[in-house]
Structure formats: C-alpha cells, structure tokens
C-alpha cells in the first residue's frame, strides 16, 4: 500500500510540493508588466496574457519543486512533514516534474507571444536553477530571487512591446519588485533557526521602499486625485497586510513569526502590484487583486513558505 502511494502521490502531496496558494501570486507580475506596457505603447492581447500567466504558474511551480528536491536533507531534519522527506513524492518525481513544467513554462510563454517572450522566460527559468540549485542561502541566491520576480514583471512587457523597444516606466518598477523581494528572501533563511531581528527590519525597510514606488508614479503619472487616491488605499493595504507580521517577527524573530511574516509578504506582493497596476487603469488593479483570493484562501490550508 505505501508503495501505491508513493507512485501516485495525492493531490494534496503535489498541492504543498508546489505551494499552491502562492502559485496565484506569479499572475499579479505578470498583469502588472502587461499593464504598464499597454498604458505606454499598445494594448495587450487577451489571449497573449492569459499565455503569459500560464508561463509564470508553471515557471513558479517548477522553483518550488526543486526548491524542496535540492533541500530534501535539510527538510528531512527541520520539515519532515513536507512531501520529499515524508514519502508522499519521491525525488525522482520532484526532479522530473520540476524539469517538465520549467521548460512548459518557457514553451508556453514562446508560444503565447514570441521568441522575445520565450527568452525572457528562459532567463528566468535559469535563475531558478541557479537559485534553487547553487546560490540559494548566499547573498547572490537573495539577488536572483528578487531578479526572478523582477524580471516576472518584465515578462508580462512582452505582451505589448515590440523587441526593438524598451520600457524604462516597467524597469524602475521591476527594480522595485526586485529589492523587496530579495529582502524577504533573506528573511526566509531565519525561517527554521536562529532570533536574529536584522533580517527581519531589513525585510520591513524594504517594505516601506517598495510602498514610496507606487505613490511616487503617480504623482509623476496619474491624471487625476482619484487614481492617487485609490493608489494610496491599495499601498496601505500592502504596508497593512505585511507591516503586522513583519512587526510581531521583529518583536520575537523566532521561527514561529518569522515564517508567517515570510508568508504574510508573499502574499502582500499582491496588493504592492495593484498599487502599481493603478497607475494605469483601475481595472488592472482589479484583475490583479482577483488571484489575491484563492492564495489568501487556499493559504489556510497550504503552507505558503
């Protein structure tokens, strides 16, 4: 019987292997880099971004698939609990699914948009072997998860802009998403040991960095006091939603605090983009906010960190 489990994991197996509820935090950046392309050059394909978003889910399933196989040893002593070291999957079916979604994910976005398209999802598909493989827990593995979900947004650009044009507006915001993210990627080493409160009031600094990013576009962009308005509510929601965890994990950096916070930023990320998406249009900020639901829904029954 444990061997029929072992060759046909569950659902629920595959389901904390790929940390579903954060699986529908890799769409926000890409809708994000599709709306600053659209607002600047020209409109956005329906069919190009929904491609595109496809790209991004299997690319962020596949880091996290081999996020766990190269850490099997390491989770067998800290996170016995998670699917490599508990059985439920085993290595080579981690390894080899990992593999197979990495390279959907690149076809997929050369498919959905072009060859410009597929080669920014090749390069991002490389700094997740490179992360999860090599430089995961080095100062360099922090720069390459943060470039992973920088450069997320600028593969949401290549559904409008042509290959001969670059996006300065989509690059600053992309720089944003990057130190936040490699900040809270430094974090998240501190996750299962260790009390160090530096990790943490980094991670909150870099928090507070990315929240100045939307309200400074739309003073430099909007076109009205509602859209800065409406900007101001989606950063508060943000600085609100991870401020909080961040707070109790910087009060006690134990563990315990440290992986919510983690978590409560990943899924924060959310609401940064549509602070963003604003700055364009409203109904960007809407599309983007809708994947919020299930990954703050589905991340009461899945671990998100």
Not at 166 to 172: E, G, I, L, T
Not at 180 to 188: K, L, N, P
Not at 223 to 248: E, H, I, K, P, Q
């Amino acid at each position: 019987m444990d061997g029929d489990k072992r060759s046909y994991p569950s659902f629920k197996a595959y389901a904390k292997l790929v940390r579903l509820p954060n699986l529908f935090t890799a769409p926000p950046d890409v809708v994000l880099g599709a709306a600053l392309a659209s607002g600047i050059y020209s409109p956005a394909s329906v069919s190009g971004i929904t491609g595109l978003i496809t790209a991004s889910i299997l690319l962020y399933a596949a880091g996290t698939i081999l996020n766990d196989y190269f850490d099997i040893a390491e989770d067998a002593r800290n996170r016995p609990e998670r699917p490599l070291p508990s059985g439920e999957v085993s290595p080579r079916q981690a390894l080899m699914l990992g593999i197979t979604l990495l390279l959907g994910g690149v076809v997929a976005a050369w498919v959905a948009v072009g060859p410009v398209a597929g080669a920014v999802a090749g390069c991002l598909a490389l700094l997740i072997v490179l992360y999860d493989g090599i430089f995961k827990g080095s100062v360099v593995g922090y720069l390459f998860m943060g470039s992973a979900r920088g450069l997320n947004v600028l593969l949401g650009t290549t559904v409008a802009v042509s290959s001969t044009v670059f996006s300065p507006q989509a690059a600053v915001v992309a720089g944003f998403i990057f130190l936040y993210i490699a900040a809270v990627t430094y974090m998240a080493e501190y996750e299962t040991g260790g009390t160090n409160s530096r990790p943490v009031l980094l991670a909150m600094g870099a928090m507070m960095l990315a929240a100045l990013g939307p309200l400074g576009f739309s003073l430099a962009y909007s076109s009205s006091w509602l859209n800065f308005a409406l900007v101001v509510g989606f950063d508060a929601l943000f600085v609100g939603w991870t401020g909080r965890m961040l707070w109790t994990a910087y009060v006690n950096p134990i563990p315990g605090n440290i992986g919510p916070a983690v978590g409560a930023c990943i899924l924060g990320l959310t609401a940064l983009d549509a602070a963003f998406a604003t700055i364009v249009g409203f109904r960007w900020a809407i599309i983007i906010l809708a994947f919020g639901i299930p990954a703050i829904g589905l991340s009461r029954l899945f671990d998100v960190s």
